[in-house]
C-alpha cells in the first residue's frame, strides 16, 4: 500500500476554502493520511507555493508550513490545529512569513497551487530548532521512506471596482 494524503477540506486539484487562507480564519486545513511503510520512525510535512509571486512568472517557492517528528502512530492532523495541540513530539519549522505556525494562502495575483507534501522517514530526526525549508530537506537526506503530496489550488476575489466620481471643475471667473 502506498503512502496517501488527504483532506476533508478540500480534494486534489481543487479551490482551497477561504477558511484555510489569509483572506478567511487562516485556520490549518484537515489532513489524513494512510498506507504509510512499516519502518517509518517520524512524518515530516511541509506546504509550500511553487507559484510565487505571479503564476505566469513565478520567481520562488513560498513556504507556508513546515512540520517534523510527527510520531508514527499519527495518521493525521485536525483543521485549525494549534502548536500546543500538535502530536506529542512534533517539531515545528519556520516558514516563510519566519513564523513556526500554519500560514495559509494569501497570493497577490493569479490562482497558485499549493502542495501539501507529506515524507515518512525512517528515524526521528534530531532537535533542529526552527529549520527551513530548505535545512528540514537537508536533515531528510537518505532517510525518506516514502512521500506523497496533496495539491490544492487558491485565487484571491478581486476587490470590487470602485465606481470614480467625475470631480466637478470649479467655476472660475477670470
Not at 477540506?9 to 486545513?29: K, L, Q, W
Not at 485549525?80 to 513530539?89: F, K, M, N, Q
Not at 494569501?106 to 534530531?126: E, I, M, N, Q, T
Not at 478581486?158 to 466637478?168: C, H, S
Request: glycine content about 8%; overall charge neutral.
Amino acid at each position: 500500500m502506498s503512502l496517501v494524503l488527504a483532506s476533508s477540506d478540500f480534494s486534489a486539484g481543487s479551490s482551497i476554502p477561504v477558511e484555510h487562507t489569509c483572506d478567511g480564519a487562516d485556520r490549518s486545513p484537515s489532513l489524513s493520511w494512510s498506507g504509510a511503510p512499516a519502518a517509518a520512525k517520524s512524518f515530516a510535512l511541509v506546504i509550500d507555493d511553487p507559484d510565487a509571486p505571479d503564476p505566469a512568472a513565478p520567481k520562488m517557492t513560498w513556504v507556508h508550513w513546515v512540520l517534523y517528528n510527527i510520531p508514527p502512530e499519527a495518521n493525521g492532523l485536525s483543521g485549525g490545529v494549534s502548536e500546543a495541540e500538535l502530536p506529542r513530539g512534533t517539531r515545528s519549522g519556520l516558514n516563510d512569513w519566519k513564523r513556526t505556525a500554519y500560514g495559509g494562502p494569501c497570493p497577490p495575483v493569479g490562482r497558485h497551487r499549493y502542495f501539501h507534501k507529506l515524507y515518512a522517514l525512517d528515524v526521528v530526526l534530531p532537535d533542529l530548532g526552527h529549520p527551513t525549508k530548505k535545512q528540514l530537506e537537508q536533515a531528510m537526506l537518505g532517510h525518506i521512506l516514502e512521500q506523497c503530496e496533496l495539491v490544492g489550488t487558491y485565487e484571491r476575489a478581486l476587490p470590487p471596482v470602485r465606481q470614480r466620481r467625475k470631480a466637478k471643475s470649479p467655476l472660475r471667473l477670470n
